[in-house]
């Protein structure tokens, strides 16, 4: 099928990368001429696994990129709006975006053409796209509009992508409804998976995966109300780790009895520095004032927001209380993006605290295995970037992990409190355990878990781990 994606942003160039996999023709439009001309020379905009093969595999064939939407709409049977919708000053989405392409749209409609809605939107849009393009003069006939809800993660958005836990479709109309599922056919009916050339296929896949229709209006409800829910457990389980922390509990064990609960389940249950992202910060205010807008006071949302904020500011107090004075500090400091696996920087947790420390008088030193450069654009002086953990550790007065990067759970511990100038850690997202921490003669800080220190170790664990690192000629976690 002929296909339109308007925007190459996250979603939009890895919607448009993998519609060409799937085997559609697919003209990526973007009006940013500098993003278009770098997309042609082969440069990829953001850090994602697969993503450069799948863009070369298609560049050129059956993904060329645009600037000229109505010729797209011309050229194609299916229209996915993937533009951004960011927050306003009130907390709901600025659809300015999306308006302004279903303008635009209306003007090149040369038969039927399915106009699908991709970004994340607040309940309602796919019917004002519907009003704005009759308004613009388009017979009733000559289109119709379903949301399609994307639930990629940064990271794994390719491989999330093609291997879904669901495939939503929202219409009001089996035509359009047709034309949707035919797009994912290659999925829902397992013949992608066959393919020799076909993205690995990741732990958990459900093949082929449940398509779920709805109505428009659910569809974009489905998508507000998944994050929301998503931002909850993670203020929830924070909020229990704070409990932990002061009668001495171990969130970890917490986790485990809660998760083994079919009904909860152990996903997303991991306490940290909060949730960050382009999305939940801004999605949980966006379906807090859809909410609003219908009457409802949905309060417990401005709690998980809340919960969320306060977070960070209690590991920046854990800071404190492991330094005492912080002006002057020399802090080594892991990750920089908003979770590991990105290089992606908008609200993260990471940045806030790193600007925060700054601001108390720290030097900080940083290592992020891919978000440096990001963070270079728009930190002002005062952050030195180091090319490795261990560098980032080197003579500092407490090294601090705010990103899960895998890299940052696999350190060598030896090396690294050699590194420090006194051996703290103070452990943002839980990698190690600390136990074992204090075994390697670290005073360790975590998330809901007991602070450990290393004359508190029971002395035949230290001798098992003596044992373990001369027999591995390795001293890691
Ligand atoms: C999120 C959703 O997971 C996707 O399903 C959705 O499609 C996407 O938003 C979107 O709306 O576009 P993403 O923002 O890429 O995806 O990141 P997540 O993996 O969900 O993580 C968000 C934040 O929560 C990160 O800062 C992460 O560190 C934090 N987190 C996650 C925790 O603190 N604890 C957890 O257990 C899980």
């Not at 863009?55 to 709006?81: K, P």
């Not at 993660?153 to 047709?178: M, Q, W």
């Not at 108390?360 to 030193?365: A, D, L």
């Amino acid at each position: 099928m002929h296909i339109a994606v308007v925007g190459s942003g996250y979603v939009g160039l890895v919607a448009g990368a993998c519609f060409a996999d799937l085997g559609h023709d697919v003209i990526l439009v973007d009006n940013d001429e500098r993003k278009l001309a770098a997309l042609k020379d082969g440069q990829v905009p953001i850090h994602e696994n697969f993503l450069p093969e799948l863009l070369n595999r298609h560049r050129g064939h059956r993904l060329e990129f645009s600037a000229d939407l109505q010729e797209a709409v011309r050229a194609s049977s299916a229209i996915f709006i993937a533009v951004g919708t960011p927050p306003t000053d009130r907390g709901d989405a600025d659809l300015s975006y999306v308006e302004s392409v279903a303008r635009e749209i209306t003007g090149a409609i040369n038969g039927y053409k399915v106009i699908v809605e991709k970004s994340t939107v607040p309940v309602y849009t796919s019917e004002w796209i519907r009003r704005i393009i009759l308004r613009n003069g388009a017979d009733p006939e000559s289109f119709d509009v379903a949301s399609n809800p994307e639930f990629l993660r940064e990271g794994t958005a390719v491989t999330d992508f093609l291997f879904p836990d669901r495939i939503l479709i929202g219409c009001n109309h089996p035509r359009c409804c047709a034309v949707v599922r035919e797009i994912y056919l290659p999925l829902t009916s397992g013949s992608y998976y066959q393919r020799t050339d076909a993205i690995p296929q990741p732990d958990r896949a459900t093949i082929p995966p449940p398509i779920i229709v709805t109505s428009t209006k659910s569809a974009e409800l489905i998508k507000h109300a998944s994050n929301a829910f998503l931002a909850m457990k993670i203020s929830f389980i924070n909020a229990v780790a704070t409990i932990c922390e002061s009668v001495g509990a171990d969130v970890t064990q917490v986790c485990h009895g809660i998760g083994t609960d079919t009904r909860i389940g152990p996903r997303f249950l991991n306490p940290g520095i909060g949730y960050g992202g382009s999305c939940f910060p801004k999605d949980v205010m966006a379906f807090r004032a859809v909410a609003r807008e219908c009457g409802y006071d949905f309060r417990l949302l401005d709690e998980v927001t809340r919960i969320n904020e306060d977070q960070r500011e209690r590991f920046l107090r854990k800071v404190r209380s492991a330094l005492w004075t912080l002006r002057g500090k020399h802090l080594g400091v892991l990750g920089l993006a908003f979770k590991g696996g990105t290089d992606d920087i908008r609200e993260s947790p990471a940045i806030l605290i790193v600007q925060a420390l700054l601001q108390e008088g720290c030097k900080i030193t940083a290592y992020d295995p891919a978000a440096m450069e990001r963070t270079q654009e728009i930190m002002a002086s005062g952050l030195k970037f180091a090319n490795s953990a261990y560098e980032a550790a080197h003579g500092a007065d407490a090294l601090l992990i705010l990103t899960e990067w895998e890299e940052f759970a696999n350190l060598d511990l030896h090396r690294l409190q050699q590194e420090l100038k006194y051996p703290i850690l103070i452990d943002g997202r839980n990698l190690y355990d600390p136990e074992v921490m204090a075994a390697h003669g670290f005073t360790y800080y975590s998330v809901g878990r007991s602070a450990s220190h290393p004359d508190g170790v029971p002395a035949a664990l230290k001798a098992e781990l003596k044992q373990a690192a001369l027999k591995n000629g390795a001293n890691k976690a």
